[in-house]
């Protein structure tokens, strides 16, 4: 019947805390959120201090539905580097079809 409230608590203060000792501009829960705005516009490279198991699984589903490489690195323990290459829709040149 639900998550105690000291529970819940002590999971907020580690996040905060986690988010306070990375450099990095972007927290988790935004992280899987720039995915694809970024995979269907220009691109991009963002730091975002950890990564989550939903970004992980977000990024696996774009490249498979836009075939891109989305690249995860950690760059130390509380920054992570995510580099979302833009999209490039094949023309109909590419896809074998008469221009």
Same mark, same amino acid.
């Given at each position: *019947?639900?998550?105690?409230?000291?529970?819940?608590? =002590? =999971?907020?203060?580690?996040?905060?805390?986690?988010?306070?000792? *990375?450099? @990095? +501009?972007? !927290?988790?829960?935004? @992280?899987?959120?720039?995915?694809? +705005?970024?995979?269907?516009?220009?691109? !991009?490279?963002? &730091?975002?201090?950890?990564?989550?198991? &939903?970004? =992980?699984?977000?990024?696996?589903?774009?490249?498979?539905?836009? !075939?891109?490489?989305?690249?995860?690195?950690?760059?130390? =323990?509380?920054?992570?580097?995510?580099?979302? +290459?833009?999209?490039? +829709?094949?023309? #109909?040149? #590419? #896809?074998? !079809? @008469?221009?």
């Amino acid at each position: *019947s639900g998550v105690a409230s000291e529970k819940i608590l =002590r =999971r907020a203060a580690n996040q905060v805390r986690r988010l306070q000792k *990375s450099s @990095a +501009p972007i !927290g988790e829960f935004l @992280a899987d959120q720039l995915l694809l +705005p970024l995979a269907l516009g220009p691109g !991009g490279v963002f &730091h975002t201090s950890n990564v989550s198991r &939903h970004t =992980r699984t977000n990024a696996l589903v774009i490249e498979q539905f836009l !075939g891109v490489s989305i690249g995860i690195e950690a760059e130390d =323990r509380n920054v992570h580097r995510i580099e979302v +290459p833009a999209f490039q +829709p094949k023309t #109909q040149t #590419q #896809q074998g !079809g @008469a221009a």
